[in-house]
């Protein structure tokens, strides 16, 4: 019996329960030497426990307790590396040696640790950008907690797998369940990257070329297009999409007729940043074709009332999913989503509020909209950026900030941010959330930017009494973010909001039931006036990731810098 059937067996009876389904009885048959590692392993570890039968226990042992001991060491063996159905005397590989070095400090370290296993897991990214912007890698202690978090989040793995260092991708190459970071060396040229690394490693390889030579990882790709399966292809043609240029468009038009429809859409998304393609060319011109202006001078737009089927090479779908109303209006949404964003402002002569305005009176306003939005996921125009600013609450317009933001320089981001934080609109906790949902996942505010937001917190936070109302999950969140987000130098005066008692603060004999007036007041209005007295950290789950959060970026200042 195969290490894989016995850890199935060991589940199957888990489930089911082991006084209907006993666990194989090869289990007591004594460690066999010809069997797999595993085997032998869970073999010898359960000899002395008696049978697995339900019905015939072993002294002292239930067979659930049997089976308890059993899958306690089938995970640690998987935990430790063990390939299920790994054959016996197969031999492992010696891990390369390091070419980074981990960061001292056993604080920083459990610090760390704190962070993979409880979190916050929005520190986790920064935390890892943080070692690579230092050239340094996480403790080899770290390395099974910081792969498990991988797993768990796609996301995650941009920041992670450069500071695994060498043992880290010797151990993921071991456990199917981290095949994502697991492949070649970190040295290893980048033929051998190509043909052995996975998928992550070679859309890395493929960016990083874009960045040097974009023919060179055009050409790699190209010649590699019929070996990929379309799980495969799809992300590595959007790597084109670093250094993209008109050199790209005869390999982009090919992929327009691509079997699989992913690619195909891929394919147009990027033409459609290259304002001069073919692709953009024919969708503009069946866009110009729809508009006209009426007798009072005013532009309008009428999509035709049948579909071309020239439309469809061009990644423009006739029929419309079943859950979409109105084909016409389905047929506009996706050229305008194709189209160049500059189309709009060239040809109507409008900037992106005018356009929004322009959309407001027409009868494919809803068309009109989703379309620029989805373009702008891949025209990254800052001009559209204090229109999406005054779009409170739309997820959309939250989900395209960042990448539109990332244009900017750190001065120019700033300058919208602190021109946030000083509007009059809305709380400081609504400006707070408001600045952070348009910050890219790794990022912090910069020394002038980080006073200036302190500033606003001692004045809410730091007196005797708290200026608005910070008993709410959104408080919860600003002020995390601003312990994610301020600058190390800050980060001690952050810390005092609470770890410095307030002089005068209110005492037990304060909250009494009458107010200074003398005026009595209900058991309601008391528990009301006790919440509205509340901070974050009244929250001991708050206040331990503030905390950890705090302390971890002030080790990792320290230990970086130094």
């Known amino acids: 019996m195969s290490s894989a059937q016995i850890w199935a067996a060991l589940q199957q009876s888990a489930m089911v ?65 063990w390939v299920p159905g790994q054959g016996r005397g197969q031999t492992l590989a010696p891990v390369p040696a390091e070419t980074r070095p981990a960061p001292d400090g056993a604080r920083l370290q459990e610090l760390m640790r704190e962070v993979l296993r409880e979190g916050p897991q929005n520190l986790q990214a920064p935390m890892f950008a943080a070692l690579d912007g230092v050239g340094q890698r996480l403790p080899h202690g ?10 768990q989040s796609v996301a995650l793995r941009h920041w992670l797998t450069p500071v695994l260092g060498e043992r880290g991708r010797w151990l993921a190459a071991l456990n199917p369940q981290w095949s994502y970071a697991g492949g070649v060396q970190e040295i290893a040229d980048p033929e051998q990257i190509w043909q052995e690394g996975s998928i992550d490693q070679r859309l890395a390889l493929l960016h990083g070329e874009r960045q040097t030579g974009p023919a060179r990882a055009r050409a790699r790709l190209e010649a590699s297009l019929k070996e990929l399966s379309a799980k495969e292809r799809a992300p590595m043609v959007m790597a084109l999409g670093t250094g993209l240029s008109l050199e790209d468009e005869p390999l ?39 508009l006209s202006r009426n007798a009072k001078g005013e532009w309008q737009i009428e999509p035709p009332e049948e579909g071309c089927k020239d439309w469809e090479r061009d990644g423009i779908a006739l029929q419309p999913p079943a859950y979409v109303k109105g084909v016409k209006a389905w047929w506009l949404q996706q050229m305008v989503e194709q189209a160049p964003v500059d189309f709009w402002i060239d040809t109507l002569g409008m900037t992106p509020e005018q356009l929004w305005e322009w959309s407001r009176r027409s009868d494919w306003k809803t068309a009109l909209r989703q379309g620029w939005l989805a373009a702008l996921r891949d025209q990254h125009d800052v001009r559209w950026i204090a229109l999406l600013q005054t779009m409170d609450r739309d997820a959309r317009a939250e989900s395209l900030l960042p990448a539109l933001l990332n244009q900017l320089s750190q001065e120019q981001r700033e300058a919208l941010w602190l021109a946030r934080l000083e509007q009059a609109k809305g709380t400081l906790i609504e400006r707070v959330n408001a600045i952070e949902s348009g910050m890219p996942a790794v990022g912090e505010f910069s020394l002038p930017m980080s006073e200036r937001l302190m500033d606003e917190l001692d004045k809410a936070l730091g007196g005797k009494q708290v200026t608005g109302s910070w008993h709410s999950w959104q408080a919860d969140q600003a002020l995390l973010a601003c312990a994610r987000r301020l600058h190390a130098a800050v980060l001690p005066r ?42 974050p950290w009244d929250d001991e789950r708050v206040l331990a990731q503030l905390n950890r959060c705090v302390d971890l970026r002030v080790a990792l200042h320290a230990a970086l810098s130094a």
């Open 17 to 81: 329960g082991v006084d209907r389904l006993p666990v194989p009885q090869i289990f007591m048959l004594g460690a066999d030497g010809a069997a797999p590692a595993g085997q032998q392993a869970l073999q010898t570890a359960l000899a002395a426990s008696g049978s697995l039968d339900a019905r015939q226990p072993g002294v002292g042992h239930s067979a659930a307790q049997q089976l308890l001991r059993a899958s306690a060491v089938a995970a640690v063996l998987e935990r430790a590396g």
């Open 142 to 151: 770290l390395l099974v907690e910081a792969l498990e978090q991988g797993r």
């Open 252 to 290: 982009l038009e090919k992929l327009l007729g691509d079997r699989s429809k992913e690619v195909r859409e891929n394919a147009a998304r990027l033409l459609s940043r290259l304002p001069q393609s073919g692709h953009s060319q024919r969708i503009t011109g069946w866009l110009q074709a729809m």
């Open 494 to 535: 952050f810390a005092q909001l609470w770890r410095k008692p307030v002089a005068g603060s209110a005492t037990e004999a304060d909250l009494d039931s009458t107010t200074a007036g003398g005026i009595a007041l209900t058991p309601e209005q008391q528990a009301r006036l006790e919440r509205a007295r509340l901070r």
